[in-house]
């Protein structure tokens, strides 16, 4: 099995991807227990009109295509982002065992930043969730493209 840095170069490359589709870089990865990539997904909400199109349900909906299955019952989510109230509750619906992301979201995340949703005691499953890994990587993408976007408008 691999580190989750290995798991979050992978999630990196997605945000990458985003950056070069003019998204906000953000990027995610689904691995199965076994430690194998099982979906991958970049922000593209703009490019696909759709609102629901975060790195996070993108990987989300490929794992679910890839293994016939909404439900990814001991999986890990990397994200390079602290995820939002929507992929929050896609998260848990989708019965992730554990979440992993790289840059706090101060304004949205629900993580960490602005509410814990995964600690709530309402949900029928648990979600452990790992904070910090390669953070600044993940940091400087979003600087870019937001530094960039200032100065084209």
């Not at 840095?5 to 870089?25: I, S």
């Not at 922000?43 to 009109?49: E, I, S």
């Not at 304004?107 to 969730?129: I, K, Y």
Request: aromatic content about 6%.
């Amino acid at each position: 099995m691999h580190s989750n840095e290995f798991y979050m170069h992978r999630a990196l490359d997605q945000a990458h991807l985003a950056l070069a589709a003019e998204e906000v870089p953000v990027g995610a990865v689904v691995v199965s227990a076994e430690g194998e990539v099982i979906g991958e997904g970049f922000n593209a909400p703009v490019g696909r009109h759709d609102p629901t199109a975060h790195a996070e349900v993108q990987a989300l909906r490929d794992a679910g295509r890839r293994t016939d299955n909404y439900r990814l019952t001991g999986c890990t989510l990397y994200v390079t982002v602290e995820p939002c109230l929507m992929c929050t509750g896609a998260i848990i619906h989708a019965r992730i065992k554990r979440v992993v992301y790289g840059a706090p979201e101060p304004r949205t995340g629900m993580a960490q930043s602005r509410a814990n949703l995964f600690a709530q005691p309402w949900h029928n499953h648990d979600v452990e969730v790992v904070s910090g890994i390669l953070a600044a990587p993940a940091r400087r993408l979003l600087k870019t493209f937001f530094e960039k976007r200032r100065q084209s408008s």
